[in-house]
């Protein structure tokens, strides 16, 4: 029964700001290395970030480096996305996965959550 479900998006104005979550059943976050993608129409599935170990330490892209912090809530089972500073380019559905380290082959994803950047 495991399942990922993601919430949080909508629309905002470009520099404004967005918390996703990703919140986690029938896995163990530690184990699991939560990433975050996005897709835009007519663009492929591009890496957001992706918690790399136990520590928590997280590897951004660099399209979102310095705009974007990922945190966890373990008592929730819930993974975070804070992205500051939106930009237009920054429009797609986000998703998250386990296996990030791998670009989420053959793991879990969420259905995602759609994020519009405009004025």
């Known amino acids: 029964q495991v399942q990922l479900v993601e919430s949080g998006g909508g629309l905002v104005q470009p520099g404004g700001s967005l918390r996703l979550s990703c919140t986690a059943s029938g896995i163990s976050l530690e184990s699991s290395n939560i990433g975050w993608f996005r897709q835009s129409p007519g663009k492929e599935r591009e890496g957001v970030a992706c918690i790399l170990d136990e520590s928590g330490n997280v590897y951004y892209k660099t399209p979102v480096k310095g705009r974007a912090i990922v945190s966890s809530d373990k008592a929730r089972n819930t993974v975070y996305l804070q992205m500051n500073n939106l930009k237009v380019e920054d429009t797609a559905v986000y998703y998250c996965?386990?296996?990030?380290?791998?670009?989420?082959?053959?793991?879990?994803w969420g259905p995602g959550t759609q994020v519009t950047v405009s004025s």
């Open positions: 996965a386990t296996n990030c380290k791998y670009m989420g082959r053959e793991g879990y």
